[in-house]
């Protein structure tokens, strides 16, 4: 909810009181009707309910962890050559990649087992189905949520993916 707008409506009909309400520091506007006037006053305090900073928090943390999968995770262990990115919100990243199976084939030889060391840093764990279920949910994690063949994006929120051996 909007709260840089409210205002307190008063109904005055006495001058004195009229004359001290328009001086007063939170006077807004003033229409006058047939025996009185309709006093707009800005509130003194505004309660806000929202907690914005929170927000503003969390948005802010969900791009860093965006721009770590970036740079610490893709960008560190895959060549540029075999990698592009398509589109990123901060919740989702489209990326083509060179191979079928990027986690396997496309990673730098000498960065293989680093990465095995740290692949549950990034992605949920797949080895147990106990730890999947309890993986699936943990924030912070990137999961594969579609697989395709082509993109075309034209901003964010705007784009539409093709499914491989489908005709249009």
């Given amino acids: 909810m909007d709260m840089s707008k409210p205002k307190?409506?008063?109904?005055?009909?006495?001058?004195?009181?009229?004359k001290s309400k328009i001086e007063?520091?939170?006077?807004?506007g003033l229409e006058e009707l047939n025996d009185a006037c309709e006093i707009t006053m800005k509130k003194r305090r505004l309660n806000n309910k929202n907690p914005i900073h929170l927000s503003i928090a969390i948005y802010q943390l969900a791009k860093l962890r965006m721009l770590q999968f970036y740079y610490d995770c893709i960008d560190f262990n895959f060549d540029r050559s075999d990698f592009q990115y398509q589109e990123m919100?901060?919740?989702?990243?489209?990326i083509a990649f060179s191979?079928?199976?990027p986690f396997q084939d496309c990673i730098k030889p000498e960065l293989r087992a680093q990465f095995k060391e740290h692949i549950y840093d990034?992605?949920?764990?797949d080895y147990n189905t106990e730890v999947a279920k309890f993986d699936r949910?943990?924030?912070?994690?990137f999961k594969d949520e579609w697989s395709g063949d082509a993109m075309v994006s034209l901003s964010s929120k705007n784009?539409?993916?093709?499914?491989?051996?489908e005709s249009y």
């Fill in 24 to 28: 007063h520091f939170t006077f807004h």
């Fill in 159 to 165: 784009y539409i993916c093709y499914l491989p051996d």
């Fill in 89 to 94: 919100d901060t919740d989702s990243a489209y």
């Fill in 8 to 18: 307190e409506v008063k109904y005055e009909s006495n001058d004195k009181a009229i």
């Fill in 137 to 141: 949910r943990t924030l912070g994690l």
């Fill in 122 to 125: 990034w992605f949920p764990r």
């Fill in 99 to 101: 191979c079928e199976n």
